[in-house]
């Protein structure tokens, strides 16, 4: 009886890593749906990519996405929050329900990387003609989900539970007064009578190797505000300032002592946070002094009562700089209209860890720092458990830390990610689905 205990335990032993193993493998129809359906996904990203559309104009991508989606025999739900497009898979099997998000808007970026496929379209942008660009990979996403649509739908029959596809307008934000992006869809009812139990989403990212996967559990990226402020002066000929107040010199040194809001007054041991002017405007000629300048920025922040002091800091700050010129500054501050920090549930991103890593491999899932960007999928993260995570985008052979970043007009995808994209998102809500992490 000792000689089968010792020989059943050494069995077992013998047998743990196998079963490890077999867990933490890459589903075999994930392989087999990422082989069947990759070029497929870059020729969709580089449609897209070619065809990029602002906030709140994605009209082309909406209807090239509802298309795509009633091809594989669903039913799309358009029109959401302007150009949003909904659709519901429905296993044939019991199971749980989740959502998966892609977001699908471009930037007013000029493009400069020279691709076959590079874009060529102009919009009209705050006033202004402006070339437009999927310089945050907007494109990689929307193509991605359809790729995962796909897979999903070939696999209904055996699938346990229903997952909802958000293809998602502006998330970049609507240009104001519209509204839009996850905030609307979340207004018209988008959970009210489909109510996730989890919801996923993925952001390429040039600061991650491509062949790479970053995420973390809790505080992920900061939450975003947009102010503007104008300041009011005299205007006046260049060659008498004395008879004007100048709002130019104002605005300047109003700009520079903003810069100690952050360095001198935020307790930074706490959380990060950034203030930035994006824009300043004032004057046409070169011989005036003009009435007014304005200006506009944003505030990153993690910590809430840090958000609030950084508002009224930048407030007191413009209207006593402004004043010491003889001049006057009005502040605007649309906290309203921010993103949330973006926090990831800790406990469903430890449970699909392991549904990552299936992917690419343990030493190639890492926790990457607090990320300073925004994202308006915080919003569904408010509603239900959610895990957001960084596809790398940087090619072998480019650091990384110099690439450029998302937003620049060289942002350049390796379409790797798009496989690793794939693979990740279908891993994860398969995982989920049917009851864990990479149970069979």
């Given at each position: 009886?000792?000689?089968?205990?010792?020989?059943?335990?050494?069995?077992?032993?013998?047998?743990?890593?196998?079963?490890?193993?077999?867990?933490?493998?890459?589903?075999?129809?994930?392989?087999?749906?990422?082989?069947?359906?990759?070029?497929?996904?870059?020729?969709?990203?580089?449609?897209?990519?070619?065809?990029?559309?602002?906030?709140?104009?994605?009209?082309?991508?909406?209807?090239?996405?509802?298309?795509?989606?009633?091809?594989?025999?669903?039913?799309?739900?358009?029109?959401?929050?302007?150009?949003?497009?909904?659709?519901?898979?429905?296993?044939?099997?019991?199971?749980?329900?989740?959502?998966?998000?892609?977001?699908?808007?471009?930037?007013?970026?000029?493009?400069?990387?020279?691709?076959?496929?590079?874009?060529?379209?102009?919009?009209?942008?705050?006033?202004?003609?402006?070339?437009?660009?999927?310089?945050?990979?907007?494109?990689?996403?929307?193509?991605?989900?359809?790729?995962?649509?796909?897979?999903?739908?070939?696999?209904?029959?055996?699938?346990?539970?229903?997952?909802?596809?958000?293809?998602?307008?502006?998330?970049?934000?609507?240009?104001?007064?519209?509204?839009?992006?996850?905030?609307?869809?979340?207004?018209?009812?988008?959970?009210?009578?489909?109510?996730?139990?989890?919801?996923?989403?993925?952001?390429?990212?040039?600061?991650?190797?491509?062949?790479?996967?970053?995420?973390?559990?809790?505080?992920?990226?900061?939450?975003?505000?947009?102010?503007?402020?104008?300041?009011?002066?005299?205007?006046?000929?260049?060659?008498?300032?004395?008879?004007?107040?100048?709002?130019?010199?104002?605005?300047?040194?109003?700009?520079?002592?903003?810069?100690?809001?952050?360095?001198?007054?935020?307790?930074?041991?706490?959380?990060?946070?950034?203030?930035?002017?994006?824009?300043?405007?004032?004057?046409?000629?070169?011989?005036?002094?003009?009435?007014?300048?304005?200006?506009?920025?944003?505030?990153?922040?993690?910590?809430?009562?840090?958000?609030?002091?950084?508002?009224?800091?930048?407030?007191?700050?413009?209207?006593?700089?402004?004043?010491?010129?003889?001049?006057?500054?009005?502040?605007?501050?649309?906290?309203?209209?921010?993103?949330?920090?973006?926090?990831?549930?800790?406990?469903?991103?430890?449970?699909?860890?392991?549904?990552?890593?299936?992917?690419?491999?343990?030493?190639?899932?890492?926790?990457p720092p607090l990320q300073m960007g925004?994202?308006?999928?915080?919003?569904?993260?408010?509603?239900?458990?959610?895990?957001?995570?960084?596809?790398?985008?940087?090619?072998?052979?480019?650091?990384?830390?110099?690439?450029?970043?998302?937003?620049?007009?060289?942002?350049l995808l390796d379409e790797k990610a798009?496989?690793?994209?794939?693979?990740?998102?279908?891993?994860?809500?398969?995982?989920?689905?049917?009851?864990?992490?990479?149970?069979?």
């Open positions: 009886m000792a000689r089968k205990t010792v020989l059943l335990s050494a069995l077992l032993c013998a047998l743990s890593p196998l079963v490890a193993q077999a867990r933490d493998a890459q589903r075999p129809e994930v392989a087999a749906a990422a082989a069947r359906l990759q070029r497929q996904v870059v020729d969709w990203r580089r449609d897209f990519h070619a065809h990029p559309e602002l906030s709140n104009r994605e009209v082309r991508t909406a209807a090239k996405v509802a298309e795509r989606l009633r091809a594989m025999g669903l039913t799309p739900k358009t029109g959401v929050a302007v150009h949003g497009v909904v659709a519901i898979i429905k296993g044939g099997l019991p199971g749980p329900k989740i959502a998966l998000r892609a977001d699908m808007d471009a930037l007013p970026v000029t493009e400069q990387t020279g691709l076959p496929f590079a874009s060529k379209a102009t919009a009209e942008y705050r006033g202004e003609q402006v070339g437009v660009m999927h310089a945050c990979g907007h494109d990689a996403h929307t193509a991605t989900l359809l790729g995962v649509a796909d897979a999903l739908v070939a696999m209904r029959d055996t699938l346990p539970g229903e997952v909802m596809l958000i293809f998602q307008p502006a998330e970049e934000g609507a240009p104001p007064p519209e509204q839009g992006g996850a905030d609307l869809m979340l207004k018209e009812g988008l959970f009210k009578d489909f109510k996730p139990e989890a919801v996923f989403g993925l952001h390429v990212f040039s600061s991650v190797q491509a062949g790479q996967i970053a995420v973390r559990g809790g505080p992920l990226m900061a939450a975003s505000d947009r102010f503007g402020i104008t300041v009011n002066g005299r205007q006046t000929h260049g060659s008498a300032p004395w008879n004007g107040i100048d709002p130019i010199v104002a605005a300047s040194d109003l700009i520079g002592t903003a810069q100690t809001i952050v360095s001198r007054r935020a307790n930074l041991s706490r959380q990060p946070a950034v203030l930035t002017f994006g824009a300043i405007k004032g004057g046409i000629r070169y011989n005036i002094i003009p009435d007014s300048v304005e200006m506009v920025g944003t505030i990153r922040t993690f910590d809430p009562d840090m958000r609030k002091q950084i508002f009224a800091d930048l407030r007191n700050v413009a209207e006593h700089t402004a004043a010491a010129h003889g001049a006057t500054a009005v502040t605007d501050i649309y906290e309203n209209d921010g993103n949330p920090a973006t926090v990831n549930d800790p406990a469903l991103t430890a449970r699909m860890l392991p549904s990552l890593q299936a992917v690419v491999g343990k030493d190639n899932v890492y926790e925004s994202e308006d999928f915080s919003l569904y993260a408010q509603q239900v458990p959610a895990m957001f995570f960084f596809v790398g985008s940087t090619g072998a052979g480019i650091d990384p830390a110099t690439a450029p970043s998302n937003h620049s007009p060289k942002f798009l496989d690793v994209g794939l693979r990740a998102l279908l891993q994860v809500s398969l995982d989920y689905l049917h009851g864990g992490t990479g149970r069979r």
